[in-house]
């Protein structure tokens, strides 16, 4: 048994409402890799901003090495050597390398000596860093370099890290996982959050479960199988969505060699795109996250317009044409943050199901919106794709993620479309929703639609695609069949481990 | 040649004193811009310090004092505007026209009595013989302390933003809120203190053209300076010696019209007298077309901050 780095005794957090965590105990070893898994919603972030500074735990107490630990904020747990890589918001674009590092230390030295700090821990550690560069131009995999740069940086002892291989390609996760497994040979003990089950199996020495608030168990989740953990983790037995074949009819919608140049400075350019979508196909198009995700979503959706007859929706021209236009014809969208861009967010759901649906539904009339009818609609998906909710009038940001989720893919679906474009349809949104919205889009394959999944999630596509392709830099690969694609090909596919040869000199 | 009249020396001479108001505003609107709030009332900060600046300069008879007055009471005003946007989150562009609306209005009631009244004069800074040299003496070393103090001030700001460790907790509060929070930065804190220092310094800038450039009050004395500061903050893309350049641009263009005027250029006045606001324009529409990048606006600007935790 290892010496106890961490104990947590019956930390109570609740919020009005919700109790986000209830009678939490548990210990993280010197040293070890410690899992902490479960749902959205299950109070994994509650309990590590409570360890982190970031909420004051209601009831319960902390110790680290023996001593009592109750940080008031960050720097304190910072100063007694925690520190916390982010899934995300914690870095700023127009700083550069150096200044985003000193912004999460406690006694920076000057910018030119923590230059040359930071060059020699990123190879030290394979995870190779130019101090001067500007955030907002690195990738996701070099943008968590950053963050766990400037963690090592203060050599901490415990390291805690937030849902870390959600935006890496499998190769770079393979190198992430070789820095932790250094860091933990090295006495450094970890908190690693993530609800990737395989991964947790291939990296952790222990693992805590935790479901609405409360643990479920501790364990050793090498003695488990990832579908033991997953029914731990979501306290019910789970069904992987049926695909009937089914067969593809006509091609609906085509893209030919589309470059387009994305509206966001720190986006990317789409980079000549081709590809072909026929009736019934649901195609899978995987990438690391800012690779041109968001502009591909909205070129299809006529957010960006290109030139008319590089964008074909059943052989017409439709590139010209802006989203509504497109709706008309049968091409419907749903963008991966919802609140804000499918959803507004202080607006009822009925007025929300109006803003996308008035066309294809006809709820509005000579300029006079049918609230009855739209109402009626509202009340529909609500019950067709188990939105939980009190009901309609409820405004879009009081919904849980996984509903609104359910709601915003649920309208598009009910539109009866001939083509659905969706962009991380299942992010943030709990096991059971993500189900749901699965076989939702399975189901509108199935009566004829072509469907275009946009993921970052690869066990999702390979759940539901049937073709596949990723996308690297703003370019599009090759569509190929996605049986029989294992997941090395497919890192491949979406680039690889980017610049990654000197942290395979270093680890080798 | 009726341009023959305007004596280049005197012209610029007369650009800096021009300058220094809306410098000194825009300045303080960069740092409030920069910690990511976009406060509109600057012509209301500006104002109050006219007014508020030249009362107590009349009463004490000091205009050292009533520059202090002048920043005071700038401060007052945008410690409501901070209550209002960060305390009870109100929206940053109604509360900061809101601002602007009752800069006017009160001040207009608190400087009734001191219409036509001349304050104290503020002695210009002997600098010796560096004011005998030809030309650039007559043009560079004939001014008051103040026109010297602001551009020892923008180089302040920008040593303060570019390297003080202050100044990079500010960059990023103003990039990205969520992070800074995360970090465990105080968010508000940082740019209460922001929103301070803008009204400060668009109360100096006003109590500049009250006691200075003027000088003299009048109701509503400051036409639109505090929009051209606002504008000035965006054509400099948010850079403090872009900001003096932008200044001295403006105030280029303000001296040469009203000299054109007194040359008797045969052009309607009004059409001089709108030249600045209309470059403004021009100048926000260039910068605009393109396309946010190279823009440079801090990321949270004028975005609410809700703590999530």
Same mark, same amino acid.
């Given at each position: 048994?290892?010496?106890?780095?961490?104990?947590?005794?019956?930390?109570?957090?609740?919020?009005?409402?919700?109790?986000?965590?209830?009678?939490?105990?548990?210990?993280?070893?010197?040293?070890?890799?410690?899992?902490?898994? $479960?749902?959205?919603?299950? $109070?994994?972030?509650?309990?590590?901003?409570?360890?982190? /500074?970031?909420?004051?735990?209601?009831?319960?107490?902390?110790?680290?090495?023996?001593?009592?630990?109750?940080?008031?904020? *960050?720097?304190?747990?910072?100063?007694?050597?925690?520190?916390?890589?982010?899934?995300?918001?914690?870095?700023?674009?127009?700083?550069?390398?150096?200044?985003?590092?000193?912004?999460?230390?406690?006694?920076?030295?000057?910018?030119?000596?923590?230059?040359?700090?930071?060059?020699?821990?990123?190879?030290?550690?394979?995870? *190779?860093?130019?101090?001067?560069?500007?955030?907002?131009?690195?990738?996701?995999?070099?943008?968590?370099?950053?963050?766990?740069?400037?963690?090592?940086?203060?050599?901490?002892?415990?390291?805690?890290?937030?849902?870390?291989?959600?935006?890496?390609?499998?190769?770079?996760?393979?190198?992430?996982?070789?820095?932790?497994?250094?860091?933990?040979?090295?006495?450094?003990?970890?908190?690693?959050?993530?609800?990737?089950?395989?991964?947790?199996?291939?990296?952790?020495?222990?693992?805590?479960?935790?479901?609405?608030?409360?643990?479920?168990?501790?364990?050793?989740?090498?003695?488990?199988?990832?579908?033991?953990?997953?029914?731990?983790?979501?306290?019910?037995?789970?069904?992987?969505?049926?695909?009937?074949?089914?067969?593809?009819?006509?091609?609906?919608?085509?893209?030919?060699?589309?470059?387009?140049?994305?509206?966001?400075?720190?986006?990317?350019?789409?980079?000549?795109?081709?590809?072909?979508?026929?009736?019934?196909?649901?195609?899978?198009?995987?990438?690391?996250?800012?690779?041109?995700?968001?502009?591909?979503?909205?070129?299809?959706?006529?957010?960006?317009?290109?030139?008319?007859?590089?964008?074909?929706?059943?052989?017409?021209?439709? /590139?010209?044409? &802006?989203?509504?236009?497109?709706?008309?014809?049968?091409?419907?969208?749903?963008?991966?943050?919802?609140? &804000?861009?499918?959803?507004?967010?202080?607006?009822?759901?009925?007025?929300?199901?109006?803003?996308?649906?008035?066309?294809?539904? /006809?709820?509005?009339?000579? &300029?006079?919106?049918?609230?009855?009818?739209?109402?009626?609609?509202?009340?529909?998906?609500?019950?067709?794709?188990?939105?939980?909710? *009190?009901?309609?009038?409820?405004?879009?940001?009081?919904?849980?993620? /996984?509903?609104?989720?359910?709601?915003?893919?649920?309208?598009?679906?009910?539109?009866?479309?001939?083509?659905?474009?969706?962009?991380?349809?299942?992010? &943030?949104?709990?096991?059971?929703?993500?189900?749901?919205?699965?076989?939702?889009?399975?189901?509108?394959?199935?009566? $004829?639609? $072509?469907?275009?999944?946009?993921?970052?999630?690869?066990?999702?596509?390979?759940?539901?695609?049937?073709?596949?392709?990723?996308?690297?830099?703003?370019?599009?690969? *090759?569509?190929?069949?996605?049986?029989?694609?294992?997941?090395?090909?497919?890192?491949?596919?979406?680039?690889?481990?980017?610049?990654?040869?000197?942290?395979?000199?270093?680890?080798? | 040649?009726?341009?023959?009249?305007?004596?280049?020396?005197?012209?610029?001479?007369?650009?800096?004193?021009?300058?220094?108001?809306?410098?000194?505003?825009?300045?303080?609107?960069?740092?409030?811009?920069?910690?990511?709030?976009?406060?509109?009332?600057?012509?209301?900060?500006?104002?109050?310090?006219?007014?508020?600046?030249?009362?107590?300069?009349?009463?004490?008879?000091?205009?050292?004092?009533?520059?202090?007055?002048?920043?005071?009471?700038?401060?007052?005003?945008?410690?409501?505007?901070?209550?209002?946007?960060?305390?009870?989150?109100?929206?940053?562009?109604?509360?900061?026209?809101?601002?602007?609306?009752?800069?006017?209005?009160?001040?207009?009631?608190?400087?009734?009595?001191?219409?036509?009244? @001349?304050?104290?004069?503020?002695?210009?800074?002997?600098?010796?013989?560096?004011?005998?040299?030809?030309?650039?003496?007559?043009?560079?070393?004939?001014?008051?302390?103040?026109?010297?103090? @602001?551009?020892?001030?923008?180089?302040?700001?920008?040593?303060?933003?570019?390297?003080?460790?202050?100044?990079?907790?500010?960059?990023?509060?103003?990039?990205?809120?969520?992070?800074?929070?995360?970090?465990?930065?105080?968010?508000?804190?940082?740019?209460?203190?922001?929103?301070?220092?803008?009204?400060?310094?668009?109360?100096?800038?006003?109590?500049?053209?009250?006691?200075?450039?003027?000088?003299?009050? @009048?109701?509503?004395?400051?036409?639109?300076?505090?929009?051209?500061?606002?504008?000035?903050?965006?054509?400099?893309?948010?850079?403090?010696?872009?900001?003096?350049?932008?200044?001295?641009?403006?105030?280029?263009?303000?001296?040469?019209?009203?000299?054109?005027?007194?040359?008797?250029?045969?052009?309607?006045?009004?059409?001089?007298?709108?030249?600045?606001?209309?470059?403004?324009?021009?100048?926000?529409?260039?910068?605009?077309?393109?396309?946010?990048?190279?823009?440079?606006?801090?990321?949270?600007?004028?975005?609410?901050?809700?703590?999530?935790?």
């Amino acid at each position: 048994m290892r010496k106890s780095l961490l104990r947590l005794e019956g930390l109570t957090k609740a919020y009005p409402g919700v109790v986000a965590n209830d009678d939490v105990s548990f210990d993280i070893g010197e040293g070890q890799i410690h899992a902490l898994l $479960g749902e959205n919603g299950a $109070g994994k972030s509650t309990l590590v901003k409570m360890i982190y /500074g970031l909420v004051k735990p209601d009831a319960g107490q902390m110790t680290l090495r023996d001593q009592p630990f109750a940080p008031a904020q *960050p720097s304190d747990a910072r100063r007694k050597g925690v520190a916390m890589v982010f899934q995300h918001f914690s870095l700023f674009d127009a700083m550069d390398v150096a200044e985003n590092v000193a912004l999460g230390m406690e006694n920076p030295p000057p910018l030119r000596d923590l230059a040359r700090r930071i060059r020699d821990v990123s190879e030290a550690y394979g995870l *190779p860093l130019d101090p001067t560069r500007l955030v907002g131009e690195l990738s996701a995999g070099e943008r968590q370099r950053v963050e766990i740069v400037r963690c090592l940086l203060q050599d901490p002892k415990l390291l805690i890290m937030d849902e870390p291989t959600s935006v890496l390609t499998p190769q770079e996760v393979d190198i992430l996982f070789r820095t932790l497994r250094k860091l933990s040979s090295e006495g450094t003990a970890i908190l690693y959050i993530s609800h990737k089950l395989e991964e947790i199996r291939a990296l952790c020495d222990e693992a805590t479960i935790l479901r609405g608030g409360r643990k479920i168990a501790t364990c050793d989740p090498r003695e488990k199988s990832a579908r033991e953990l997953a029914e731990l983790m979501v306290g019910q037995v789970l069904h992987p969505p049926e695909r009937p074949a089914r067969p593809m009819g006509d091609v609906v919608l085509s893209v030919d060699k589309l470059s387009l140049h994305s509206n966001n400075p720190f986006g990317t350019s789409l980079k000549d795109i081709s590809f072909s979508l026929r009736a019934g196909e649901v195609l899978g198009i995987a990438g690391v996250a800012g690779n041109g995700q968001d502009e591909l979503l909205l070129m299809l959706s006529g957010e960006l317009q290109a030139p008319s007859a590089q964008v074909r929706l059943k052989g017409q021209p439709v /590139g010209h044409l &802006g989203p509504n236009a497109r709706r008309k014809r049968g091409l419907v969208s749903a963008p991966e943050e919802r609140l &804000g861009h499918a959803a507004a967010p202080d607006m009822s759901l009925t007025s929300n199901a109006l803003l996308s649906a008035s066309e294809r539904k /006809g709820l509005a009339s000579r &300029g006079f919106i049918d609230w009855p009818a739209t109402e009626v609609f509202a009340r529909d998906i609500i019950a067709r794709f188990d939105v939980r909710t *009190p009901g309609p009038h409820v405004l879009a940001r009081a919904l849980s993620g /996984g509903n609104l989720q359910k709601f915003v893919i649920g309208r598009e679906i009910e539109l009866d479309p001939d083509v659905i474009v969706v962009n991380q349809p299942t992010w &943030g949104v709990d096991a059971a929703a993500a189900a749901t919205i699965r076989q939702a889009l399975l189901d509108l394959a199935g009566k $004829g639609a $072509g469907v275009l999944v946009i993921s970052q999630d690869l066990d999702e596509l390979l759940e539901i695609a049937d073709s596949f392709a990723a996308l690297n830099e703003g370019r599009l690969t *090759p569509v190929r069949p996605a049986r029989g694609l294992d997941v090395e090909e497919i890192g491949l596919m979406m680039g690889g481990a980017h610049d990654m040869h000197v942290a395979q000199e270093a680890s080798a | 040649m009726i341009l023959g009249s305007i004596n280049p020396a005197v012209l610029m001479a007369a650009l800096m004193v021009a300058a220094t108001p809306i410098l000194l505003a825009a300045i303080g609107e960069l740092v409030v811009e920069k910690a990511g709030v976009l406060n509109l009332g600057v012509e209301g900060m500006m104002i109050m310090g006219a007014c508020v600046g030249f009362i107590i300069a009349v009463n004490t008879g000091s205009p050292f004092i009533g520059f202090i007055g002048a920043a005071l009471g700038g401060i007052a005003l945008s410690l409501l505007f901070a209550l209002l946007t960060q305390a009870l989150m109100t929206n940053q562009v109604a509360s900061g026209l809101a601002l602007t609306l009752f800069g006017l209005g009160l001040t207009a009631l608190l400087g009734q009595q001191y219409v036509g009244i @001349t304050p104290p004069r503020t002695p210009k800074l002997d600098l010796g013989p560096l004011s005998d040299i030809p030309f650039l003496g007559r043009a560079l070393f004939t001014h008051d302390i103040v026109v010297y103090l @602001t551009i020892a001030l923008v180089g302040a700001v920008w040593w303060f933003l570019k390297y003080s460790r202050a100044g990079m907790i500010l960059r990023a509060v103003g990039e990205n809120h969520d992070a800074a929070h995360a970090l465990g930065y105080h968010v508000k804190r940082v740019r209460v203190l922001a929103i301070m220092f803008g009204g400060a310094c668009a109360g100096l800038g006003g109590a500049y053209l009250s006691l200075i450039r003027v000088p003299q009050w @009048t109701e509503g004395m400051t036409v639109g300076a505090g929009w051209i500061a606002l504008a000035l903050v965006v054509f400099a893309s948010w850079r403090p010696w872009r900001a003096m350049a932008g200044a001295y641009l403006f105030g280029g263009i303000v001296v040469l019209q009203l000299n054109l005027q007194a040359a008797g250029v045969r052009i309607p006045v009004e059409y001089l007298s709108m030249s600045p606001y209309l470059i403004t324009i021009l100048v926000l529409v260039i910068i605009s077309s393109g396309k946010g990048r190279g823009l440079n606006a801090p990321g949270s600007l004028n975005k609410p901050f809700h703590a999530s935790s």
